[in-house]
Structure formats: C-alpha cells, structure tokens
C-alpha cells in the first residue's frame, strides 16, 4: 500500500485539519465528534441542509459544505457511516429556528443512524425531514443497502436542495424539491481498478488487468457484471444505456448530465467520455442543457467513473443554476 499517510487510524481528523486550515473562509470543523459546517453558521430564518457518510468520497461531502448548498456535513471514517452522536451534534450547530433537511444516501448504516439522530434531535424541539437518495440502477440490493444504492445523484440533490433553502423556502417546500429530484435522477458506474481503504492495506476487491466491473458501487460493491475491458464508446452505451432505459428517460426531455471520475480518472478520460454520453442522448432527442465533469463523488483512488443523469424541470433548472460558494462548487458569486 502506498498512500500519503502517518497512521492509518488518523487519516479522518488529520484530513480534517487539513480542510479547515484550506478552506477557513468557508467551513468550521468540529472534532469529538466530527462535522463540518458553514462559517457562518447556524443561519437564522433558513432551513439548514445536513449530509455525511463514510469518509473516502471527497469532495463528497465535506467539498459542499457553504453557501448555496450544506449548512453541514458529517464525516464518518473511510467507508464507515457516521454515528448518530455526530450527526445530532451537527443538526443542533447549524439549526437556524426553521427545520432541518437530512439528505440521506442509501446504504443501511447511513439510514439508520441519521433516523436516530433525527428522532433524537426532534426530542429536542428540532425538526427534521429526512430525503433518502437511491439513484443507482446496476442493482436492487447490495453488500451494504436493502434498495437501490445512494450514488452520483447526491451532488446535484444537495446543490438542488442547498439552492432551495437559500432563497427561503419552508422545510416542507425544500423537501418536496429534494423528493422531486431523487425520483427524476438515475446513475450508474464502472470500475477500471480496485481501491485500498486505508485501515485494511489491501484492495477491497480483485479486478483482473483485462476486466471492468459494470455497475459498481461506491464502496467497491459488486456491480451487474464482470466483463472484458471494452473500448470507450461500448462502457459509455452500457453505463448511459441502463441509466437512461429506467426512468425512463425520453424524446424532448432536458437533462443535466454528470461523468463522474471515482478518484484516479484523469479527466481527459472523462470529457472522452462525456463526448460520447452526449452524443447518444441527442441521437435519442433527448437535450443535455446542463452538465457536470469530474470528480464529485469519488471512491479513494479507484479508476473508474459513474454517469448520472437528471431529468430537469425550469425549477430545477434554476435552482441548479443559483449562486453556490463551497470547495468544491463555485458559481454565480
């Protein structure tokens, strides 16, 4: 195993440490236990949108953690889910008096522990409404989900969902964008390579040099199918294939269209990819009027990368289009 690393059982806080001291205009962290809010933080009158899981996805979720977007996020250690401790603590720092939005991914340590923290925190005169993301098609269930699993879809749900309570909707308002999104977004992924979480020193799977995984998970889960390594055009039709068929999506539509890179994908392999992603979705008449090209959503140092796309509305539209101001996305400031 070769990382830049000291000991493996500080790689979280110590990265913590790092991003504070990187980003301080932006985000405080918060150690024992671990979150990440806004600088400003809480904001008075404004729902304030909270997100986590296991550490080993960055930017995700910390890298949307400031204005336009999270009011938190919570850390969890390397493909770990945060406990409920954490995610009440960070609920309670950035409630600003009008509710808080729990955005969710779909893996059963996440969901139940930020349902604890929510029952926990609505003791506490705090509400809470939570939005679960299961956008990935290649399968129903997996190693770590009962369901359908959380994947690339969470990017644009949190920009969505911070654009929402940052121009003054109610929680039921914002919650009801957030659900709109979750049923309009579909993903999925390959992987050239496997990745080595930190603790363990080894790969969290075997992946022969002349094979892909199609439809892999963002921890390494078993995909749909194990194949022949494909040239680009044929891994894009796979992944853009599935994701398209089961909306499904169709003539006429307007989409924003993300080629994700899962952590060792240079990105002129993404724009190749998405060259060709756009081309087939216009050979079915379907627009691509907003698009998203890199890493976002990553899985360690895994080769790879994950196609999502989402169905838009004007709404949604606008409200991806907003002013946003984190580490990770910038724009219209």
């Keep these: 195993m070769k990382k830049i690393i000291n000991d493996p059982a500080n790689v979280v806080p110590e990265a913590l440490h790092g991003f504070a001291a990187a980003h301080s205009d932006i985000v ?9 809010m806004r600088a400003d933080a809480p904001v008075s009158g404004k729902v304030a949108v909270v997100s986590g899981g296991g550490s080993g996805h960055e930017p995700l979720h910390g890298g949307y953690v400031g204005a336009g977007m999270l009011d938190a996020a919570v850390p969890g250690p390397v493909f770990t889910s945060p406990t409920p401790d954490a995610v009440l603590a960070a609920t309670q720092a950035v409630d600003g008096g009008k509710g808080v939005l729990h955005i969710v991914k779909n893996y059963t340590g996440d969901v139940l522990n930020f349902e604890t923290a929510a029952e926990l925190a609505g003791a506490d005169g705090i509400e809470v409404s939570p939005v679960v993301i299961n956008d990935d098609v290649a399968v129903e269930d997996s190693t770590y989900t009962a369901g359908r699993r959380g994947v690339g879809g969470t990017v644009p749900l949190e920009k969505i969902a911070g654009a929402a309570a940052a121009r003054g909707d109610d929680l039921a308002t914002v919650t009801a964008v957030s659900q709109r999104v979750v049923a309009n977004v579909r993903s999925m992924g390959v992987a050239l390579t496997a990745c080595t979480v930190p603790h363990s020193g080894e790969p969290s799977f075997v992946l022969p040099d002349d094979e892909i995984e199609m439809g892999i998970g963002i921890h390494g ?66 627009e691509v009027s907003r698009s998203l090209v890199g890493n ?38």
Excluded: C
């Design 28 to 36: 405080r962290v918060h150690l024992g236990p671990d979150y990440i």
């Design 296 to 333: 976002y959503i990553t899985s360690l140092e895994m080769q790879g990368m994950s196609v999502t796309l989402l169905k838009l509305d004007d709404e949604m539209t606008q409200l991806w289009d907003a002013p946003v101001h984190t580490a990770a996305l910038r724009w219209g400031t």
């Design 221 to 286: 889960e078993p995909g749909r199918r194990r194949v022949a390594l494909q040239p680009a055009d044929e891994i894009v039709a796979g992944l853009l294939g599935a994701v398209v068929e089961d909306l499904p999506f169709q003539r006429g539509d307007r989409t924003l269209l993300m080629v994700n890179g899962m952590g060792g994908t240079p990105q002129i392999e993404l724009y190749l990819a998405f060259g060709i992603a756009a081309r087939l979705l216009a050979d079915r008449g379907i």
